[in-house]
Protein backbone atom coordinates (compact mmCIF):
# COMPACT_ATOMS: atom_id res chain seq x y z
CA UNK A 1 0.00 0.00 0.00
CA UNK A 2 2.82 2.41 0.44
CA UNK A 3 4.06 2.49 -3.19
CA UNK A 4 0.59 3.78 -4.05
CA UNK A 5 0.87 6.72 -1.94
CA UNK A 6 4.29 6.80 -3.13
CA UNK A 7 3.02 6.72 -6.51
CA UNK A 8 0.74 9.13 -6.18
CA UNK A 9 2.95 11.85 -4.21
CA UNK A 10 5.19 11.81 -6.71
CA UNK A 11 2.75 12.43 -9.74
CA UNK A 12 1.01 15.32 -8.06
CA UNK A 13 4.24 16.96 -7.24
CA UNK A 14 5.24 16.65 -11.04
CA UNK A 15 2.17 17.88 -12.34
CA UNK A 16 2.80 20.83 -9.66
CA UNK A 17 6.66 21.21 -10.96
CA UNK A 18 5.56 20.91 -14.95
CA UNK A 19 3.27 24.01 -13.29
CA UNK A 20 6.06 25.75 -11.86
CA UNK A 21 4.75 25.43 -8.59
CA UNK A 22 6.06 23.64 -5.38
CA UNK A 23 6.03 19.80 -5.06
CA UNK A 24 4.51 20.15 -1.75
CA UNK A 25 1.19 21.12 -2.72
CA UNK A 26 0.95 17.92 -5.03
CA UNK A 27 1.92 15.91 -1.70
CA UNK A 28 -1.00 17.70 0.59
CA UNK A 29 -3.08 17.06 -2.41
CA UNK A 30 -2.20 13.58 -2.72
CA UNK A 31 -3.11 13.02 1.02
CA UNK A 32 -6.94 14.53 0.63
CA UNK A 33 -7.83 12.69 -2.22
CA UNK A 34 -5.98 8.85 -0.17
CA UNK A 35 -8.43 10.33 2.58
CA UNK A 36 -11.22 10.64 0.76
CA UNK A 37 -10.66 7.12 -1.36
CA UNK A 38 -11.87 5.00 1.21
CA UNK A 39 -8.51 2.89 0.93
CA UNK A 40 -7.05 1.85 4.28
CA UNK A 41 -4.40 3.81 4.86
CA UNK A 42 -1.17 2.77 6.78
CA UNK A 43 -0.80 5.81 8.73
CA UNK A 44 2.05 4.79 11.21
CA UNK A 45 4.29 4.60 8.46
CA UNK A 46 3.66 7.95 6.78
CA UNK A 47 3.87 9.71 10.22
CA UNK A 48 7.44 7.97 11.23
CA UNK A 49 8.63 9.24 7.81
CA UNK A 50 7.17 12.61 8.17
CA UNK A 51 8.50 12.86 11.50
CA UNK A 52 11.90 11.96 10.46
CA UNK A 53 11.92 14.83 8.01
CA UNK A 54 10.68 17.22 10.13
CA UNK A 55 13.64 16.11 13.18
CA UNK A 56 15.84 16.51 9.91
CA UNK A 57 14.18 19.94 9.21
CA UNK A 58 15.34 21.47 12.70
CA UNK A 59 18.69 20.02 12.98
CA UNK A 60 19.59 21.75 9.58
CA UNK A 61 17.94 25.12 10.91
CA UNK A 62 20.35 24.72 14.15
CA UNK A 63 23.35 24.15 11.48
CA UNK A 64 22.70 27.72 10.32
CA UNK A 65 22.23 28.50 13.70
CA UNK A 66 24.22 31.96 13.89
CA UNK A 67 22.84 34.52 16.67
CA UNK A 68 24.79 37.45 15.37
CA UNK A 69 22.89 37.46 12.22
CA UNK A 70 19.52 37.66 14.58
CA UNK A 71 20.60 40.10 16.96
CA UNK A 72 20.84 43.01 13.76
CA UNK A 73 18.87 45.87 14.24
CA UNK A 74 16.63 44.83 10.71
CA UNK A 75 16.37 41.07 11.58
CA UNK A 76 15.73 41.33 15.44
CA UNK A 77 13.73 44.90 15.39
CA UNK A 78 11.45 44.11 12.07
CA UNK A 79 11.54 40.55 12.20
CA UNK A 80 10.31 40.69 15.75
CA UNK A 81 7.95 43.73 15.24
CA UNK A 82 6.36 41.86 12.45
CA UNK A 83 5.94 38.97 13.89
CA UNK A 84 4.01 40.73 16.49
CA UNK A 85 1.76 42.77 14.36
CA UNK A 86 1.46 39.66 12.67
CA UNK A 87 0.07 37.62 15.45
CA UNK A 88 -2.23 39.78 16.57
CA UNK A 89 -4.26 40.61 13.61
CA UNK A 90 -4.20 36.86 12.65
CA UNK A 91 -5.32 36.13 16.27
CA UNK A 92 -8.13 38.61 15.70
CA UNK A 93 -9.49 36.89 12.75
CA UNK A 94 -9.35 33.71 14.80
CA UNK A 95 -11.14 34.69 17.79
CA UNK A 96 -13.81 36.38 15.51
CA UNK A 97 -14.20 32.29 13.39
CA UNK A 98 -14.98 31.09 16.99
CA UNK A 99 -11.58 30.02 18.39
CA UNK A 100 -10.97 30.28 22.21
CA UNK A 101 -8.47 32.46 23.75
CA UNK A 102 -5.61 30.27 23.73
CA UNK A 103 -6.06 28.55 20.23
CA UNK A 104 -6.41 31.86 18.77
CA UNK A 105 -3.24 33.31 19.96
CA UNK A 106 -1.53 30.04 18.98
CA UNK A 107 -2.72 30.18 15.41
CA UNK A 108 -2.08 33.79 15.29
CA UNK A 109 1.79 33.13 15.97
CA UNK A 110 1.97 30.65 13.33
CA UNK A 111 0.86 32.22 10.67
CA UNK A 112 2.89 35.05 10.94
CA UNK A 113 5.46 32.66 10.38
CA UNK A 114 6.95 32.17 6.34
CA UNK A 115 8.82 29.73 4.74
CA UNK A 116 11.78 28.91 4.96
CA UNK A 117 12.30 26.04 2.51
CA UNK A 118 10.89 28.20 0.10
CA UNK A 119 13.20 31.01 0.60
CA UNK A 120 16.15 28.74 0.70
CA UNK A 121 15.18 27.64 -2.25
CA UNK A 122 14.14 30.79 -4.14
CA UNK A 123 17.59 32.36 -3.22
CA UNK A 124 20.00 29.22 -4.36
CA UNK A 125 18.22 29.19 -7.32
CA UNK A 126 18.58 33.02 -8.24
CA UNK A 127 22.57 32.43 -6.98
CA UNK A 128 21.68 34.83 -4.11
CA UNK A 129 21.90 33.42 -0.98
CA UNK A 130 25.63 34.91 -0.27
CA UNK A 131 23.26 38.32 -0.73
CA UNK A 132 22.98 41.29 1.92
CA UNK A 133 18.96 40.97 1.59
CA UNK A 134 19.48 36.88 1.55
CA UNK A 135 21.22 37.56 4.80
CA UNK A 136 18.33 39.49 6.57
CA UNK A 137 15.75 37.46 5.24
CA UNK A 138 17.54 34.20 6.37
CA UNK A 139 17.78 35.75 9.97
CA UNK A 140 14.00 37.06 10.21
CA UNK A 141 13.24 33.58 8.92
CA UNK A 142 15.67 32.01 12.24
CA UNK A 143 14.10 34.20 14.64
CA UNK A 144 10.93 33.05 13.40
CA UNK A 145 11.64 29.04 13.44
CA UNK A 146 13.24 30.11 17.37
CA UNK A 147 9.67 31.22 18.18
CA UNK A 148 8.10 28.05 16.66
CA UNK A 149 10.17 26.04 18.52
CA UNK A 150 8.90 27.84 21.66
CA UNK A 151 5.78 27.04 20.58
CA UNK A 152 6.87 23.01 19.70
CA UNK A 153 8.51 23.13 23.37
CA UNK A 154 5.02 24.40 25.34
CA UNK A 155 3.23 22.40 23.90
CA UNK A 156 4.50 19.02 23.68
CA UNK A 157 2.27 18.08 26.42
CA UNK A 158 3.49 17.09 30.18
CA UNK A 159 6.14 18.32 32.57
CA UNK A 160 9.90 17.72 31.38
CA UNK A 161 11.00 15.63 34.01
CA UNK A 162 13.71 17.07 36.71
CA UNK A 163 16.53 14.94 35.07
CA UNK A 164 16.28 17.69 32.00
CA UNK A 165 17.75 19.60 33.79
CA UNK A 166 21.61 17.47 32.93
CA UNK A 167 20.69 19.00 29.21
CA UNK A 168 22.05 22.10 29.90
CA UNK A 169 25.54 20.01 30.16
CA UNK A 170 24.98 19.10 26.61
CA UNK A 171 27.40 22.18 25.08
CA UNK A 172 30.29 20.83 27.22
CA UNK A 173 30.26 17.43 24.65
CA UNK A 174 30.62 20.07 21.69
CA UNK A 175 34.45 19.30 21.61
CA UNK A 176 34.32 15.71 21.17
CA UNK A 177 30.92 16.03 18.82
CA UNK A 178 33.54 17.96 16.82
CA UNK A 179 35.94 15.49 16.78
CA UNK A 180 33.86 12.48 15.76
CA UNK A 181 32.20 15.30 13.57
CA UNK A 182 35.63 16.03 11.29
CA UNK A 183 36.80 12.04 12.21
CA UNK A 184 33.59 10.81 9.87
CA UNK A 185 35.23 12.34 6.68
CA UNK A 186 33.24 13.58 3.68
CA UNK A 187 31.68 10.45 2.44
CA UNK A 188 28.43 8.53 3.85
CA UNK A 189 29.82 8.40 7.21
CA UNK A 190 29.37 12.32 8.41
CA UNK A 191 25.85 11.60 6.60
CA UNK A 192 25.17 8.59 9.11
CA UNK A 193 26.92 10.94 11.82
CA UNK A 194 24.16 13.73 11.36
CA UNK A 195 21.29 11.03 11.46
CA UNK A 196 22.40 9.91 14.52
CA UNK A 197 22.81 13.24 16.14
CA UNK A 198 20.11 14.72 15.13
CA UNK A 199 17.50 11.49 15.83
CA UNK A 200 19.44 10.31 18.55
CA UNK A 201 19.50 14.12 20.33
CA UNK A 202 15.98 14.72 19.45
CA UNK A 203 15.02 11.40 21.04
CA UNK A 204 17.14 12.36 24.36
CA UNK A 205 14.99 15.31 24.48
CA UNK A 206 11.63 13.37 24.44
CA UNK A 207 12.67 10.26 26.77
CA UNK A 208 13.29 13.72 29.20
CA UNK A 209 9.90 15.42 28.72
CA UNK A 210 10.93 17.73 26.03
CA UNK A 211 10.15 17.84 22.70
CA UNK A 212 12.18 16.14 19.97
CA UNK A 213 11.93 18.79 17.48
CA UNK A 214 13.44 20.89 20.06
CA UNK A 215 16.47 18.11 20.53
CA UNK A 216 17.17 17.93 16.42
CA UNK A 217 17.42 22.14 16.89
CA UNK A 218 19.98 22.04 19.77
CA UNK A 219 21.97 18.80 17.85
CA UNK A 220 22.41 20.92 14.99
CA UNK A 221 23.69 23.74 16.75
CA UNK A 222 26.27 22.01 18.52
CA UNK A 223 27.65 21.91 14.70
CA UNK A 224 26.65 25.14 13.64
CA UNK A 225 30.01 27.45 12.57
CA UNK A 226 32.26 24.26 11.80
CA UNK A 227 33.62 24.72 7.95
CA UNK A 228 32.05 21.12 7.14
CA UNK A 229 28.44 22.17 8.75
CA UNK A 230 26.98 23.78 5.19
CA UNK A 231 28.35 20.64 4.00
CA UNK A 232 26.54 18.36 5.75
CA UNK A 233 23.40 20.30 5.76
CA UNK A 234 23.53 19.81 1.35
CA UNK A 235 24.26 16.08 2.31
CA UNK A 236 20.67 16.05 4.54
CA UNK A 237 18.72 18.76 1.82
CA UNK A 238 17.43 16.03 -0.35
CA UNK A 239 16.71 12.99 2.39
CA UNK A 240 15.06 15.99 4.60
CA UNK A 241 12.43 16.50 1.66
CA UNK A 242 12.16 13.25 0.45
CA UNK A 243 11.09 12.36 4.23
CA UNK A 244 8.87 15.40 4.98
CA UNK A 245 6.82 13.92 1.98
CA UNK A 246 5.62 11.32 4.97
CA UNK A 247 4.53 14.94 6.91
CA UNK A 248 2.75 16.53 3.88
CA UNK A 249 1.09 13.58 3.31
CA UNK A 250 -0.42 13.29 6.72
CA UNK A 251 -1.59 16.43 7.20
CA UNK A 252 -3.67 16.09 3.67
CA UNK A 253 -4.93 13.03 5.51
CA UNK A 254 -7.26 14.70 7.42
CA UNK A 255 -9.26 15.65 4.67
CA UNK A 256 -11.39 19.36 3.02
CA UNK A 257 -12.09 21.66 5.67
CA UNK A 258 -15.72 22.53 5.86
CA UNK A 259 -17.06 25.58 4.83
CA UNK A 260 -16.23 27.12 7.92
CA UNK A 261 -12.72 26.44 8.14
CA UNK A 262 -12.58 26.93 4.30
CA UNK A 263 -14.33 30.41 4.82
CA UNK A 264 -11.60 31.03 7.46
CA UNK A 265 -8.80 29.81 5.51
CA UNK A 266 -9.50 32.62 2.68
CA UNK A 267 -9.42 35.34 5.04
CA UNK A 268 -6.38 34.71 6.16
CA UNK A 269 -5.16 34.33 2.48
CA UNK A 270 -6.77 37.74 1.81
CA UNK A 271 -4.38 39.16 4.41
CA UNK A 272 -1.23 38.14 2.65
CA UNK A 273 -0.31 41.02 0.77
CA UNK A 274 -0.79 43.15 3.89
CA UNK A 275 1.68 40.71 5.85
CA UNK A 276 4.31 41.46 2.70
CA UNK A 277 3.74 45.19 2.53
CA UNK A 278 4.60 45.33 6.00
CA UNK A 279 7.82 43.36 5.54
CA UNK A 280 8.44 46.38 3.11
CA UNK A 281 8.24 49.33 5.26
CA UNK A 282 9.22 47.86 8.33
CA UNK A 283 12.58 47.33 6.58
CA UNK A 284 12.57 50.45 5.46
CA UNK A 285 12.18 52.12 9.12
CA UNK A 286 14.98 50.35 9.60
CA UNK A 287 16.87 51.55 7.30
CA UNK A 288 17.39 49.04 4.37
CA UNK A 289 17.41 50.48 0.87
CA UNK A 290 14.47 49.94 -1.11
CA UNK A 291 15.49 47.04 -3.28
CA UNK A 292 17.00 44.99 -0.28
CA UNK A 293 13.61 45.44 1.47
CA UNK A 294 11.65 44.74 -1.97
CA UNK A 295 14.03 41.24 -2.20
CA UNK A 296 13.42 40.61 1.47
CA UNK A 297 9.89 41.06 0.93
CA UNK A 298 9.65 38.96 -2.44
CA UNK A 299 11.23 35.87 -0.27
CA UNK A 300 9.41 36.35 3.02
CA UNK A 301 5.61 36.22 0.53
CA UNK A 302 4.15 32.91 1.67
CA UNK A 303 2.91 31.01 5.30
CA UNK A 304 5.35 28.12 6.83
CA UNK A 305 5.88 24.51 7.02
CA UNK A 306 6.73 25.91 10.46
CA UNK A 307 3.00 27.01 10.64
CA UNK A 308 2.05 22.88 9.81
CA UNK A 309 4.67 21.39 12.01
CA UNK A 310 4.33 23.49 14.97
CA UNK A 311 0.66 23.41 14.40
CA UNK A 312 0.41 19.42 14.32
CA UNK A 313 2.27 19.15 17.43
CA UNK A 314 -0.47 22.25 19.10
CA UNK A 315 -3.00 19.84 17.82
CA UNK A 316 -2.05 16.77 19.01
CA UNK A 317 -1.88 17.89 22.60
CA UNK A 318 -5.33 19.88 21.90
CA UNK A 319 -4.70 23.33 21.94
CA UNK A 320 -6.14 24.11 18.23
CA UNK A 321 -8.81 21.89 17.47
CA UNK A 322 -8.03 19.60 14.25
CA UNK A 323 -10.35 21.81 11.88
CA UNK A 324 -7.32 24.97 12.39
CA UNK A 325 -4.71 22.46 11.30
CA UNK A 326 -6.62 21.64 7.61
CA UNK A 327 -7.29 25.21 7.54
CA UNK A 328 -3.22 26.17 7.80
CA UNK A 329 -2.27 23.55 5.03
CA UNK A 330 -4.88 24.98 2.77
CA UNK A 331 -3.12 28.48 3.36
CA UNK A 332 0.43 27.48 3.15
CA UNK A 333 -0.62 24.75 -0.05
CA UNK A 334 -2.09 28.16 -1.42
CA UNK A 335 0.77 30.72 -0.16
CA UNK A 336 3.13 28.45 -1.53
CA UNK A 337 1.46 28.82 -5.80
CA UNK A 338 1.32 32.43 -5.06
CA UNK A 339 4.74 33.23 -4.08
CA UNK A 340 6.47 30.35 -6.48
CA UNK A 341 6.01 32.86 -9.47
CA UNK A 342 7.00 35.89 -6.88
CA UNK A 343 10.42 34.30 -5.74
CA UNK A 344 11.33 33.64 -9.34
CA UNK A 345 10.53 36.51 -10.67
CA UNK A 346 11.80 39.05 -7.92
CA UNK A 347 14.35 40.57 -9.84
CA UNK A 348 12.09 41.22 -13.24
CA UNK A 349 9.60 42.63 -10.88
CA UNK A 350 11.78 45.57 -8.90
CA UNK A 351 13.43 46.18 -12.57
CA UNK A 352 9.64 46.93 -13.12
CA UNK A 353 8.43 49.09 -10.09
CA UNK A 354 11.87 50.75 -9.36
CA UNK A 355 10.93 53.73 -9.36
CA UNK A 356 7.80 53.87 -7.61
CA UNK A 357 9.76 52.07 -4.86
CA UNK A 358 12.99 53.84 -4.99
CA UNK A 359 11.66 56.92 -3.24
CA UNK A 360 10.12 55.11 0.39
CA UNK A 361 14.27 54.74 0.89
CA UNK A 362 15.13 56.81 3.30
CA UNK A 363 17.90 59.18 3.11
CA UNK A 364 20.77 58.18 5.40
CA UNK A 365 23.27 55.44 5.51
CA UNK A 366 21.87 52.34 4.78
CA UNK A 367 22.95 48.79 6.01
CA UNK A 368 24.26 47.10 3.02
CA UNK A 369 25.76 49.49 1.06
CA UNK A 370 27.61 49.09 -1.92
CA UNK A 371 31.02 50.04 -2.85
CA UNK A 372 31.58 53.01 -5.44
CA UNK A 373 35.09 53.62 -5.18
CA UNK A 374 37.59 50.63 -6.15
CA UNK A 375 41.07 52.65 -5.43
CA UNK A 376 42.41 53.21 -8.55
CA UNK A 377 42.13 49.74 -10.09
CA UNK A 378 42.54 48.59 -13.32
CA UNK A 379 40.92 44.77 -12.89
CA UNK A 380 37.72 44.25 -10.94
CA UNK A 381 37.21 40.48 -10.26
CA UNK A 382 33.87 39.93 -9.43
CA UNK A 383 33.19 36.40 -7.41
CA UNK A 384 36.11 35.41 -5.29
CA UNK A 385 35.55 31.91 -5.18
CA UNK A 386 38.80 29.51 -6.25
CA UNK A 387 38.94 30.85 -9.83
CA UNK A 388 38.22 34.64 -8.70
CA UNK A 389 40.95 33.83 -6.29
CA UNK A 390 43.49 32.54 -8.95
CA UNK A 391 42.40 35.21 -11.47
CA UNK A 392 43.28 37.89 -8.57
CA UNK A 393 46.68 36.39 -7.84
CA UNK A 394 47.80 36.30 -11.05
CA UNK A 395 46.77 39.48 -11.72
CA UNK A 396 48.53 40.89 -7.96
CA UNK A 397 51.77 38.63 -8.75
CA UNK A 398 52.36 40.31 -12.36
CA UNK A 399 51.85 43.94 -10.40
CA UNK A 400 48.65 45.18 -12.22
CA UNK A 401 46.33 46.90 -9.59
CA UNK A 402 43.06 44.65 -8.90
CA UNK A 403 40.40 44.73 -6.32
CA UNK A 404 38.28 41.60 -5.94
CA UNK A 405 33.96 42.09 -5.04
CA UNK A 406 31.64 39.48 -3.49
CA UNK A 407 28.27 39.51 -1.73
CA UNK A 408 29.55 36.53 0.96
CA UNK A 409 30.80 38.30 3.87
CA UNK A 410 32.58 35.29 4.78
CA UNK A 411 34.30 35.08 1.64
CA UNK A 412 35.03 38.65 1.96
CA UNK A 413 36.53 37.93 5.34
CA UNK A 414 38.40 34.99 4.08
CA UNK A 415 40.34 36.89 1.17
CA UNK A 416 40.90 39.61 3.18
CA UNK A 417 42.81 37.21 5.54
CA UNK A 418 44.58 36.19 2.57
CA UNK A 419 45.48 39.86 2.08
CA UNK A 420 43.73 40.48 -0.96
CA UNK A 421 42.28 43.80 -1.46
CA UNK A 422 38.03 42.75 -1.79
CA UNK A 423 35.02 44.86 -1.15
CA UNK A 424 31.59 44.17 -0.94
CA UNK A 425 29.44 44.16 -4.29
CA UNK A 426 25.88 42.75 -5.46
CA UNK A 427 26.43 41.94 -8.86
CA UNK A 428 22.78 41.30 -9.59
CA UNK A 429 22.22 44.93 -8.24
CA UNK A 430 21.38 47.42 -10.73
CA UNK A 431 22.24 50.13 -8.54
CA UNK A 432 25.49 48.80 -8.06
CA UNK A 433 26.17 49.05 -11.68
CA UNK A 434 24.83 52.57 -11.82
CA UNK A 435 27.24 53.96 -9.44
CA UNK A 436 30.26 52.33 -9.48
CA UNK A 437 33.02 54.24 -10.47
CA UNK A 438 34.61 51.86 -13.29
CA UNK A 439 36.78 54.58 -14.96
CA UNK A 440 40.67 53.37 -15.32
CA UNK A 441 39.11 49.64 -15.02
CA UNK A 442 40.57 47.96 -18.50
CA UNK A 443 38.70 44.87 -17.67
CA UNK A 444 36.21 43.20 -15.45
CA UNK A 445 36.09 39.60 -14.73
CA UNK A 446 32.79 37.39 -13.55
CA UNK A 447 34.16 34.71 -11.80
CA UNK A 448 30.61 33.79 -10.37
CA UNK A 449 29.06 30.36 -10.70
CA UNK A 450 25.43 31.57 -11.02
CA UNK A 451 24.96 31.43 -15.14
CA UNK A 452 21.97 34.03 -14.46
CA UNK A 453 23.97 36.61 -12.27
CA UNK A 454 27.00 36.79 -14.83
CA UNK A 455 24.78 37.49 -17.90
CA UNK A 456 22.33 39.78 -16.10
CA UNK A 457 25.83 41.81 -14.89
CA UNK A 458 27.60 41.97 -18.26
CA UNK A 459 24.40 43.73 -19.45
CA UNK A 460 24.46 45.66 -17.12
CA UNK A 461 27.84 46.82 -17.61
CA UNK A 462 27.00 47.72 -21.05
CA UNK A 463 23.66 49.47 -20.73
CA UNK A 464 25.99 52.16 -18.11
CA UNK A 465 28.71 52.18 -20.96
CA UNK A 466 31.61 50.40 -19.81
CA UNK A 467 33.25 50.10 -23.21
CA UNK A 468 35.86 47.79 -22.07
CA UNK A 469 36.55 44.39 -21.56
CA UNK A 470 34.09 41.76 -19.96
CA UNK A 471 35.57 38.34 -19.42
CA UNK A 472 33.44 35.59 -17.89
CA UNK A 473 34.26 32.45 -16.52
CA UNK A 474 31.57 29.49 -18.16
CA UNK A 475 30.99 25.59 -18.24
CA UNK A 476 28.70 25.00 -21.02
CA UNK A 477 28.23 26.62 -24.37
CA UNK A 478 24.46 27.84 -23.80
CA UNK A 479 26.50 30.40 -21.24
CA UNK A 480 28.90 31.04 -24.15
CA UNK A 481 26.71 32.19 -26.29
CA UNK A 482 24.52 34.40 -24.08
CA UNK A 483 27.26 36.28 -22.30
CA UNK A 484 28.95 36.80 -25.91
CA UNK A 485 25.52 38.07 -27.50
CA UNK A 486 25.13 40.48 -24.02
CA UNK A 487 28.41 41.80 -24.40
CA UNK A 488 30.81 40.14 -22.52
CA UNK A 489 33.29 39.95 -25.55
CA UNK A 490 35.85 36.59 -24.34
CA UNK A 491 34.55 34.28 -22.30
CA UNK A 492 35.96 30.78 -20.98
CA UNK A 493 35.12 26.96 -21.41
CA UNK A 494 37.96 25.81 -18.72
CA UNK A 495 36.18 21.78 -18.72
CA UNK A 496 36.33 21.91 -22.91
CA UNK A 497 39.83 23.69 -22.64
CA UNK A 498 41.03 21.64 -20.02
CA UNK A 499 40.14 18.60 -21.59
CA UNK A 500 41.49 20.10 -25.13
CA UNK A 501 44.63 20.61 -23.42
CA UNK A 502 45.46 16.80 -22.15
CA UNK A 503 44.16 15.22 -25.76
CA UNK A 504 47.27 17.46 -26.48
CA UNK A 505 49.37 16.48 -23.87
CA UNK A 506 48.51 12.81 -24.80
CA UNK A 507 49.61 12.98 -28.43
CA UNK A 508 53.08 15.21 -27.77
CA UNK A 509 56.54 13.64 -27.66
CA UNK A 510 57.87 16.03 -25.81
CA UNK A 511 56.10 14.59 -22.18
CA UNK A 512 57.52 12.92 -19.48
CA UNK A 513 55.74 10.97 -16.91
CA UNK A 514 57.03 13.51 -14.15
CA UNK A 515 55.81 16.53 -15.67
CA UNK A 516 52.92 18.37 -13.97
CA UNK A 517 51.01 21.38 -15.83
CA UNK A 518 48.82 23.81 -13.70
CA UNK A 519 45.36 24.25 -15.89
CA UNK A 520 44.24 28.17 -15.57
Known amino acids: MEILWLVLAYVLGMGMQALRLPPLIGYLAAGIILSLSGLHIETEVIHELGHLGVLLLLFTVGLHLRLKNIIQPEVFGAGGIHLLVSAIIFAGIAFAFGYDPVASIIIGVL ?38 IVILALSGGGLPSYWSLGLLLIPLARPLILKLFVASGHEELQLLFGLILAVGTGTLFEVLGLSSELGALAAGALLSGHPQADELAEKLWGLKEAFLVGFFLEIGLAGLPDMSTMIFALVVLAVLPVKSVMYFF ?42 ALIAMAVITAISYAI ?31 QVVNLGGAHYLVVGMGQAGAAAYDYLKERSHRVTGMDSD ?58 DHDVYALTMRDEEHAGLAEAGANAVCLPMKQAGRKLAELSISDEIDGSMSLELA
Not at 413 to 419: F, I, S
Not at 422 to 427: H, K, L, P, S, T
Open 111 to 148: LGFSSTVLAAKALEARGELGAYHARVAIGILILQDLVA
Open 282 to 323: LLIAFKLRSRNAFMVTTTLTSYSEFTLIAGAVAASAGFIPQS
Open 339 to 369: NAPIASGANKLWSKYEFSLIPFERDTKHPGD
Open 409 to 466: PARIEKNLKDRRRVVYGDAFDPELWQNIDLKGVKAVILAMTNPDTKLQATKMLRENNY
